[in-house]
C-alpha cells in the first residue's frame, strides 16, 4: 500500500506566483481532504471531497485558493496569486467516507512564500 | 461551535507515564480520535474511541473519555524516547461530515 502520496515536498515561491499542490489517495477511498498546519492555528480544514465532489470548501480562506478533484486518483489545490502569509505545510488525507473511517495522511508539502 | 484544546508542551522521563489531555466543545462528537505526527511526516492514527465508551486500553495507550466535562486523555505508559511527537486530540461531529477536527497538538518530550 503506497499511502497518500504529495508533491512536491517543499515548494519555495515568490509572492504573486501561482503554487500548485498535488495528491493521489489510497486507491479505493473516496473521500479526500486537504489540510493546513501552521504554528499559529494548528491543522485547519480547508475542503474535502467525498466521491470528487466537493462538499464544504468553507475552510478555504480566500479566493485565490482553489481545489479540484478530476478524478478518483488525484487532486490539486491551488494558490494564484501567492502571499507570505501562505506559508505552511499543507496535508493530504484520504478515508473510506464512511463514519469512523481514519484519516490517512501525506507527509504534507512545506510551502514558503517569500 | 466545534472547538479542541490541548496543552501544548509535556516533558516526561522515560519509563514514566505521560497523560496528555484534550477538551472538546461539541457535544454531539460522534468518535474521537489521538493521532501521532513524527517530525516531517504525516499525522498517523493511534487510536480512537466511541462516544458512548467511558475507556477504551491498547497495549501501552489508555484512552479515557468524560463525556459529561467533554475531557478525553490519552495515557502512555512505560513511555520511550521514541514516543516523542506532536499528539493531536481530534473530534467527528455530524455537522463536519467524514471530516475530522483537529486541536493544536501537543509537543511530548521524552528524556533518558
Known amino acids: 500500500d503506497a499511502g497518500v502520496i504529495q508533491s512536491p515536498r517543499h515548494e519555495v515561491t515568490e509572492m504573486g506566483q501561482e503554487v500548485t499542490l498535488r495528491c493521489k489517495p489510497i486507491?479505493?477511498?473516496?473521500?479526500l481532504f486537504w489540510y493546513r498546519q501552521t504554528m499559529m492555528r494548528g491543522l485547519e480544514l480547508l475542503i474535502y471531497f467525498n466521491n470528487n465532489v466537493p462538499i464544504d470548501d468553507s475552510g478555504m480562506p480566500e479566493d485565490r485558493f482553489s481545489a479540484k478533484m478530476p478524478n478518483a486518483s488525484f487532486s490539486t489545490l491551488k494558490i494564484q496569486p501567492s502571499e507570505p502569509r501562505d506559508s505552511a505545510v499543507y496535508f493530504c488525507?484520504?478515508?473510506?467516507?464512511?463514519?469512523?473511517?481514519?484519516?490517512?495522511f501525506g507527509n504534507g508539502t512545506r510551502l514558503t512564500v517569500t | 461551535g466545534e472547538d479542541v484544546e490541548q496543552s501544548l508542551f509535556l516533558s516526561v522521563r522515560e519509563g514514566d507515564s505521560s497523560v496528555i489531555n484534550c477538551t472538546y466543545t461539541d457535544s454531539s462528537s460522534t468518535y474521537l480520535y489521538w493521532y501521532k505526527q513524527e517530525p516531517g511526516a504525516g499525522l498517523q492514527l493511534l487510536t480512537y474511541i466511541f462516544s458512548n465508551m467511558d475507556m477504551k486500553q491498547d497495549q501501552r495507550l489508555t484512552v479515557l473519555l468524560n463525556k459529561k466535562d467533554k475531557h478525553l486523555s490519552l495515557r502512555i505508559a512505560d513511555t520511550q524516547t521514541g514516543d516523542s511527537a506532536i499528539y493531536f486530540c481530534a473530534e467527528s461531529i455530524p455537522q463536519a461530515g467524514t471530516a475530522l477536527i483537529f486541536g493544536k497538538g501537543t509537543t511530548l518530550s521524552v528524556s533518558s
Open positions: 486507491s479505493g477511498h473516496n473521500s
Open positions: 488525507a484520504s478515508s473510506l467516507g464512511q463514519n469512523n473511517s481514519p484519516l490517512h
